[in-house]
T-cell receptor
């Protein structure tokens, strides 16, 4: 069965600092990987996705993620965090090509200090 | 294109009642998936509908059901509500064509509180 682990429940960074959110997955085949962000009381917004090809993918809001098959990881990064990035971040793996069923990690809550 | 819309946004019900939630997918999308989000269990897949048929189901009791209409709009029903059903219910839409590399787009959710 596929699974996703986000080791950090809560991360606090200062505005302007760099950010890396960790994600490890377990999946038997080539994974389809996603990062979503959720602001309080809101739905999930897609930040970026990896399906194949270049292992470094760029997303919206200045985020990027790197797929490392050898480490079963798909970490999310941002070089300089803005206060508006404070939210909860979810890593997810899709089942097969259709990705009709996403398996999510438990999420990482990001707090940004001024 | 308009995004995924869900109604109502908030609901308060009492134990034993039933509730119906609605989801309108992005225009042209034929697949709608439903998820339950709770602080304890996180995001869990409920079921997926495609072309008015339930195509896949998660591990939830039969009190949770759904349907999809010919215009791809979907409804989710929970009967005999329990306190533990309090959650944010999210729906997501995609083309559903299973050509590989599908992306699910989420709505804002319906917050259900069971008292």
């Amino acid at each position: 069965a596929q699974s996703v682990t986000q080791p950090d429940i809560h991360i606090t960074v200062s505005e302007g600092a760099s950010l890396e959110l960790r994600c490890n997955y377990s999946y038997g085949a080539t994974p389809y990987l996603f990062w979503y962000v959720q602001s309080p009381g809101q739905g999930l917004q897609l930040l970026l996705k990896y399906f194949s090809g270049d292992t470094l993918v760029q997303g919206i809001k200045g985020f990027e993620a790197e797929f490392k098959r050898s480490q079963s990881s798909f970490n999310l990064r941002k070089p300089s965090v803005h206060w508006s990035d404070a939210a909860e971040y979810f890593c997810a793996v899709g089942r097969g090509g259709s990705n009709y069923k996403l398996t999510f990690g438990k999420g990482t809550l990001l707090t940004v200090n001024p | 294109k308009a995004g995924v819309t869900q109604t109502p946004r908030y609901l308060i019900k009492t134990r034993g009642q039933q509730v119906t939630l609605s989801c309108s997918p992005i225009s042209g999308h034929r697949s709608v998936s439903w998820y339950q989000q709770t602080p304890g269990q996180g995001l869990q897949f409920l079921f997926e509908y495609f072309s008015e048929t339930q195509r896949n189901k998660g591990n939830f009791p039969g009190r949770f059901s759904g349907r999809q209409f010919s215009n791809s709009r979907s409804e989710m029903n929970v009967s005999t509500l329990e306190l533990g059903d309090s959650a944010l219910y999210l729906c997501a839409s995609s083309t559903g064509l299973r050509l590989g590399g599908e992306t699910q787009y989420f709505g804002p959710g319906t917050r259900l509180l069971v008292l």
